[in-house]
């Protein structure tokens, strides 16, 4: 019995360490972010969420930023178009110097890399719509867009390339 004792002291320590040394329990950005990575889009949401409705959070703006764009790139990565476009709205009315035409980009890439075509074509267009003076900054977007939808065969979204005029002939 007493040789089992330090075996089962060692197994409770070890079991102990993730919790204590668990940087998503003192930042909870760092929990939604890791779920995010992981491919876990709805779970980084749901935790982005959750942090975001606490007074710590609502008094961190630094913090509230970073767990407001985990929400939306996790948002953006399951394709959801209105709730994406809703929320740069917001974004940008409470974080304007943050929701510039990168931040458009970049999210519009999310979703391109989760495989949303259709879906980054209007994140694309909506950052033009904002930014008209950055328009060709969405350039590169459009044309991994175009690849992306081409190599797919993807018939909508090679139909509002079109429409919009950035497939020739």
């Keep these: 019995m007493l040789k089992s004792?330090?075996?089962v002291l060692f197994?409770?320590?070890?079991?102990?360490?993730?919790?204590?040394?668990?940087?998503s329990s003192s930042d909870p950005a760092a929990a939604a972010e890791a779920s995010l990575q992981g491919g876990r889009h709805a779970e980084a949401?749901?935790?982005?969420?959750?942090?975001?409705?606490t007074p710590a959070v609502q008094a961190d703006k630094a913090l509230a930023w970073r767990l407001e764009r985990v929400r939306?790139?996790?948002?953006?990565?399951?394709?959801?178009?209105?709730?994406v476009l809703s929320g740069l709205?917001?974004?940008?009315?409470?974080?304007?110097?943050?929701?510039?035409?990168?931040?458009?980009?970049r999210l519009g890439s999310v979703v391109l890399q989760a495989g949303h075509?259709?879906?980054?074509i209007e994140v694309a267009e909506a950052g033009k719509a904002a930014f008209p003076?950055?328009?060709?900054?969405?350039?590169?977007?459009?044309?991994?867009i175009k690849e992306r939808a081409s190599e797919s065969g993807d018939k909508?979204?090679?139909?509002?390339?079109a429409q919009l005029g950035y497939l020739g002939g």
Excluded: K, N, W
């Excluded at 949401?45 to 409705?53: K, M, Q």
């Excluded at 075509?117 to 980054?120: D, G, M, N, Q, V």
């Excluded at 909508?156 to 390339?161: E, M, Q, T």
């Design 5 to 7: 004792l330090p075996v």
């Design 72 to 83: 939306l790139d996790a948002i953006g990565a399951q394709g959801r178009l209105p709730d």
């Design 89 to 105: 709205t917001r974004l940008a009315r409470d974080y304007p110097a943050q929701v510039d035409h990168q931040f458009y980009g």
């Design 133 to 144: 003076e950055s328009a060709t900054a969405f350039d590169g977007l459009i044309e991994q």
């Design 45 to 53: 949401e749901t935790a982005a969420t959750a942090a975001l409705a």
């Design 11 to 23: 197994l409770a320590l070890v079991a102990g360490l993730p919790a204590c040394g668990d940087s």
């Design 156 to 161: 909508d979204a090679l139909d509002r390339l």
């Design 117 to 120: 075509t259709s879906e980054a």
